[in-house]
């Protein structure tokens, strides 16, 4: 399994990358991880998309914890909010 990491130790709200990935089969799983540390809160999305432009949630994180979910040919973390001032937060995809 790849470890993709869509956003790594950040603190600020925002989009990540979008990340192709290589499971362009139907109903492929993978796992995905949501990790706040120290007192971060907020909500972390994984958003998926059929063509790269239209993305939809796949999953949604308000605490640290994985989930598996289907893969969608391309994908990207969202952090829509955040709270607390120390520490960041992490969505790790295992493709």
Same mark, same amino acid.
């Given at each position: 399994?790849?470890?993709?990491?869509?956003?790594?130790?950040?603190?600020?709200?925002?989009?990540?990358?979008?990340?192709?990935?290589?499971?362009?089969?139907?109903?492929?799983? &993978?796992? $995905?991880?949501?990790?706040?540390?120290?007192?971060?809160? !907020?909500? =972390?999305?994984?958003? @998926?998309?059929?063509? +790269? #432009?239209?993305?939809?949630?796949?999953?949604?994180?308000?605490?640290? &914890?994985? $989930?598996?979910?289907?893969?969608?040919?391309?994908?990207? !973390?969202? =952090?829509?909010?955040? @709270?607390?001032?120390? +520490? #960041?937060?992490?969505?790790?995809?295992?493709?």
């Amino acid at each position: 399994m790849k470890i993709v990491k869509l956003l790594d130790g950040v603190s600020a709200n925002g989009d990540s990358f979008v990340y192709e990935s290589k499971f362009l089969r139907d109903n492929e799983t &993978g796992l $995905v991880q949501a990790v706040f540390g120290g007192d971060r809160t !907020g909500t =972390l999305k994984l958003q @998926g998309s059929l063509d +790269g #432009t239209n993305f939809v949630d796949v999953a949604s994180f308000t605490t640290s &914890g994985s $989930v598996a979910v289907t893969i969608f040919p391309f994908l990207k !973390g969202n =952090l829509a909010s955040i @709270g607390g001032s120390s +520490g #960041t937060v992490s969505l790790l995809l295992g493709d």
